[in-house]
């Protein structure tokens, strides 16, 4: 199956510093991916959906400025947690799927993100 | 707007049949998945519905009503690494077929 690559794995870092977070998709190409954190006990919760060479589309309650989106190659996206708050403490995970019809999401591995 | 809904959590027990049900309200279904996700780790991708009926793969079937908003997730012969929390989810042609993930069940399966 397609693989999703995504790194770093794991950061900590110190309140007000900006975080980034890559996801390759490695043997497909991606026009698509989407951004998902998930607090705790709680579901994955879409934030954007990564559009290769466009702006991102950022679901409601979702602050542009603070989570910036990259999505320059069809391989490529990027997520930055700019000026990180102990609240942006979460797991970030990416996905992309293949294709438009019903074909489900492959994963990356996700990002634990503790702002202390 | 998506709305899914599933139950917070379930237990059962070891060698035993559970069934996880799900609904859904959505403009433009495109689809119903199933996902498994342990602690700390992605999802993994367990089932996928676009037509009414039972879709069965080995110890899992996911079962899909597209008139009712319902579809469930049966899970036979339960082991204890079974214990998990099981997404459902719902992809959407509105806004560009994106997927909404319920709030999953977590799934305790006992000796």
């Known amino acids: 199956g397609a693989v999703v690559s995504q790194h770093p794995s794991r950061v900590i870092c110190k309140s007000g510093t900006s975080v980034k977070i890559e996801c390759r998709s490695l043997?497909?190409?991606?026009?698509?991916m989407f951004w998902y954190r998930q607090f705790p006990k709680q579901s994955l919760m879409l934030m954007a959906t990564?559009?290769?060479?466009?702006?991102?589309?950022?679901e409601q309650g979702v602050e542009k400025d603070k989570f910036l989106i990259n999505h320059a190659s069809l391989t490529l996206s990027t997520l930055t947690v700019t000026s990180a708050h102990p609240e942006d403490s979460s797991f970030y995970i990416c996905?992309?799927?293949?294709?438009?019809?019903?074909?489900?999401?492959?994963f990356g591995s996700g990002t634990q993100l503790s702002v202390l | 707007g998506q709305n899914i809904d599933q139950p917070t959590e379930m237990t059962a027990t070891e060698g035993a049949i559970v069934q996880i049900n799900c609904t859904y309200q959505?403009?433009?279904?495109?689809?119903l998945f199933w996902y498994q996700q342990h602690a700390g780790e992605a999802p993994t991708f367990l089932s996928y519905n676009v037509l009414d009926g039972l879709e069965e793969k080995g110890r899992f079937s996911s079962f899909l009503s597209r008139s009712k908003g319902y579809s469930y997730l049966l899970l036979k012969e339960l082991q204890m690494k079974d214990s998990a929390s099981y997404l459902c989810a719902v992809r959407d042609r509105a806004g560009g077929f994106k997927t909404i993930f319920g709030a999953g069940t977590r799934l305790f399966v006992k000796a």
């Open positions: 996905s992309a799927n293949i294709g438009t019809v019903g074909e489900k999401l492959f």
């Open positions: 959505t403009s433009g279904f495109n689809g």
């Open positions: 990564s559009n290769e060479g466009s702006k991102a589309t950022y």
């Open positions: 043997d497909f190409q991606a026009t698509t």
